[in-house]
């Protein structure tokens, strides 16, 4: 809340938090949410009352209550989040299917890399969406450093398990074909694990698991990424942000879904608080002088240069376990070059130290999938799930939390619920000027998009 706030706006404010305390399936009794709408009502007409207060939150994601009349919080370029432009998903990714046409991917693959993208938007992931597509592959393909169309060579095969190289092309087509081999494998023998070498980025891990949860399958996939984790007690840059991705059908609407980096936080994070204008939180980035960094634009920087790397799952040192996220980060960068016999560290940078110019960055990536019918009836298993996440999530709430308890996949879910009612994505301004950029320079798109839906 604003330090300005009154006296009895604090006083409402603590009924707000009073009642979300003492109800904690509140949002199930209209008296209760009748309760809380009146009280927030009064409170949003507090002077000093912070617009960004969490209370607002609970009362639009928990109580389903909305105050449009309430002040908007500003973004980095000082118009409302409100004001910001929704594009249609079908729409956003037609752009971005004719944009890796424009480098030549076949129609097939173009498809699947704008699937693969819009989804992350869709899920609420921007981090790795609409804002990657230029910055990490059409730049990276005007480089040189990854090619939009080579072929999957099988290296090593048998029933269950497969080496496959990507001959450093699109991730974004390598990783589903890597992900279905083992899926298909499965339904066969029960299980399938296939490794990937010379690969590139391969957008959201979690893309892979729904993969394997829609086809009645348990998935599990990783990858490793330039080095960005310094290990324990350590400050340089040694292992990829690396997440380790599971994924579990379930009798929800949504599968559980767990799909986050072996650090605090991850680059693609810092770049959307750089579109954003803001600094990143304390404790997610050391340099090498072992100084906790907060400023977004300079930690971008010098990442790139080696001098900045960020804290493994539990932050620096051991005192809240830091060294559990290092050991994870460890296992995966294993799965993803002992077995390719791949490249990691300054070998996957992407930047030659010593000209300061791109250089290819070949990563490993792992997937696996287990058939679940092979062991229990797949209804049997979803049950068994969605029964444990219910319990999870109907268990007693923490008083001046959210009001709620969310499990792994509901976070994304309750976005696409949202962007979808709202009719597609929003889209900030540094990534309308990427979709310009790319209108205006990749052949055929400026007669396909001559006006775009913002301009």
């Not at 539990?314 to 002992?338: I, R």
């Amino acid at each position: 809340m604003a330090a300005a706030a009154d006296s009895a706006g604090i006083s409402i404010r603590s009924e707000l938090l009073d009642i979300i305390g003492k109800n904690p399936g509140g949002h199930k009794d209209s008296a209760v949410r009748d309760a809380f709408a009146s009280k927030l009502e009064e409170y949003s007409n507090v002077e000093g009352a912070d617009p960004n207060d969490v209370v607002f939150a609970i009362g639009k994601s928990v109580f389903g209550v909305d105050l449009p009349h309430a002040k908007k919080a500003k973004t980095s370029n000082g118009s409302s989040s409100e004001e910001l432009p929704i594009v249609d998903f079908d729409y956003m990714k037609e752009f971005m299917k004719e944009v890796f046409l424009s480098y030549g991917v076949t129609p097939e693959r173009a498809e699947i890399c704008s699937d693969v993208l819009i989804e992350a938007d869709k899920r609420g992931i921007d981090s790795h969406g609409l804002g990657r597509l230029k910055p990490i592959y059409c730049d990276r393909m005007d480089d040189g450093i990854l090619w939009p169309e080579k072929p999957i060579d099988i290296i090593t095969e048998s029933d269950t398990t497969a080496l496959v190289d990507g001959n450093l092309g699109l991730g974004l087509y390598i990783g589903p074909h890597c992900m279905q081999m083992a899926i298909d494998k499965a339904k066969k023998h029960g299980v399938g694990f296939v490794a990937c070498r010379n690969s590139t980025h391969y957008g959201i891990a979690g893309y892979y698991a729904t993969m394997a949860t829609d086809q009645g399958c348990i998935g599990f996939t990783g990858t490793n990424a330039r080095p960005s984790i310094a290990p324990t007690f350590g400050v340089e840059p040694m292992m990829g942000t690396n997440p380790l991705v599971f994924g579990l059908p379930s009798t929800d609407e949504f599968p559980f879904v767990i799909d986050c980096a072996t650090s605090v936080n991850q680059r693609g994070k810092i770049e959307k608080y750089a579109r954003e204008g803001v600094d990143t939180p304390a404790g997610a980035v050391i340099d090498d002088q072992g100084i906790e960094r907060t400023d977004t634009e300079g930690i971008l920087r010098d990442m790139v240069l080696g001098k900045c790397a960020l804290t493994p799952v539990g932050g620096a040192g051991d005192k809240m376990g830091g060294y559990k996220g290092f050991g994870w980060a460890a296992t995966v960068e294993l799965l993803c070059t002992a077995l390719q016999s791949g490249p990691w560290g300054e070998d996957i940078c992407g930047v030659d130290r010593a000209t300061g110019k791109p250089k290819p960055m070949p990563l490993g990536h792992f997937f696996l999938a287990i058939d679940i019918e092979k062991i229990c009836p797949l209804d049997t298993f979803k049950k068994n799930t969605g029964e444990f996440l219910k319990a999870l999530r109907e268990s007693k709430k923490a008083p001046t939390g959210p009001g709620r308890i969310w499990t792994a996949g509901e976070p994304e879910n309750d976005a696409r619920v949202a962007r979808t009612a709202q009719g597609g994505m929003k889209v900030v301004v540094p990534l309308q000027k990427n979709m310009i950029d790319l209108r205006n320079n990749r052949p055929g798109l400026k007669e396909k998009y001559p006006k775009l839906p913002f301009e």
